[in-house]
């Protein structure tokens, strides 16, 4: 590895340096806040570093990207631990949790979240992939007294593990149709007279067995909601987010590299979409558990992006980038409220504790309200725009017959995002919850600004994420 190598992971290296500092510290001090500070401040040099160093070469050690691409979604990861670490100031403090290893871990997954961004290998794929998960492993059941939590961890634990062998065992396959883990060259090494080895195209199904776990898609989901209600609603916000965007970043890299090596998958992607999309919409729908709503929910916005991907254009990619960063703030900023509304005695999670809240908290109410609608795809809002994109790309690919179900179960979900808004105006006598700190609130602003001005301004952040498509 050379000095420019050095150079081009210089972010990644910022947060994995941090975070080791902080976890060696955390083990003397373990007053959280300025363990918890001091985590905010290394993903923000982080991100700053990500953005102001230039890149050093088109690879590094031959694994992952240094381009635009990889860079962009690095300064997303590592701005989205920043936003976390601040929702869990008050929240980690109040549970007692050990904040050395909870900040380290948090910074080690965005590290994670950002190699696989970027990885142009079937080696740094499975290796950046792993390396966050395992992180995530730890932080689900992170809050030791809740049983809840301890069931969700190992139900991750289990599942992940599986689609871990799926995803090494697909790798071999590749390779061995192949000769070669290098993506470009792999996928389409994959290919003879034109169609898929009968090895490569084993190889790829389980690959897309244990991608389709990381991002919820039908049949793969079973762990989503359980996992999205213990979880502590910090890491629930950073499952939602950066894990499953990173995924999809991952995707767009593996697809992109060579387009034509998985047309023959075309019809079990096809399927796989709209599985993903009619299911979570019909799953949503009867939902009392805000975290259980909002993780159904997330299956339908993974269907969306899987739309856009399968025409296998530049256009389409470009869609998934920009969705996937609006996506991300809505759901970082609903996460967010939730977060900020909790106290020593728990999470309301269910909707009959959110009965009245917008009058008593009409701020974290409206951005609330303004988050969901964005992930409805309400105009004015990001979500409108990066649907629109998303469909768009789907209908000049040739997918028009998936574009309309999608753009059906975008009105679906209007139902189940538009009751939650309902149950916040239904009632005059709310219960009490925590009114938030200041910094929280500074999170929910930035969200619901990211989420409006997206949706009022979207032409800078569209033409960007049209030019760092690989």
Known sequence: MT??????????????????????VGAWHHEPRPLIAGGIAVALVAAA???????????????????????????LWALTAALILMLSLRYAGERAFAAGEYVALILFSAAGMALL????????????????????????????????????????????????GFMAFGIALIYAASGTFHLPEALA???????????????????????GFKI???????????????????????????SKGAVGAALVMVLGSAAGAWQELVPLLWLLALA????????????????????????????????ALLPGSPEGYGAVVFYLTVYA?????????????????????????????????????????????SLAGMPLTGGFIGKFALFSAAIKGGFTGLAVIAIFASLISFAYYLRVVMVLYSSDDPRELHSGTPLEHAVLL???????????????LLDLTAALVP
């Not at 930035?446 to 800078?460: F, S």
Request: glycine share 12%.
């Open 3 to 24: 000095m420019l190598d050095l150079l081009a992971l210089a972010p990644v290296l910022v947060l994995v340096m941090g975070a080791s500092t902080l976890l060696m």
């Open 49 to 75: 570093t990500a953005g102001m160093t230039p890149p050093g070469g088109a690879e590094i050690a031959g694994l992952f990207s240094s381009a635009p691409f990889a860079r962009y979604f690095a300064i």
């Open 117 to 164: 961004s970027g990885a142009t290998s079937l080696v740094g794929l499975f290796l950046s992939l792993e390396s966050f998960t395992l992180a995530l492993y730890i932080l689900v059941s992170f809050h030791r007294n809740s049983d809840i939590g301890a069931e969700a961890g190992l139900k991750y634990l289990v599942l992940g593990a599986v689609a871990t």
């Open 189 to 211: 090494g994959l290919q003879t007279g034109g169609q898929l080895r009968p090895w490569g195209l084993l190889g790829w199904g389980l690959l897309l067995v244990a991608l």
């Open 216 to 242: 919820s898609l039908v049949p793969f989901h079973l762990w989503t909601p359980d996992v999205y209600q213990g979880a502590p609603a910090p890491v629930t916000a950073l499952l939602a987010t950066g």
């Open 276 to 307: 993903t999309m009619l299911v979570g919409s019909l799953c949503a729908l009867p939902q009392e558990n805000l975290k259980r709503l909002l993780a159904y929910s997330s299956l339908v916005h993974m269907g969306y992006l899987l739309t």
């Open 329 to 373: 703030v809505a759901s970082l900023g609903a996460f967010g409220v939730l977060t900020s509304l909790s106290d020593p005695r728990g999470e309301p999670q269910d909707l009959a504790a959110w009965r009245g809240l917008g009058y008593r908290y009409p701020l974290r109410a409206l951005v609330l309200t303004a988050c969901l609608l």
């Open 446 to 460: 930035v969200c619901v600004t990211a989420v409006l001005l997206t949706g009022l301004y979207p032409g800078p």
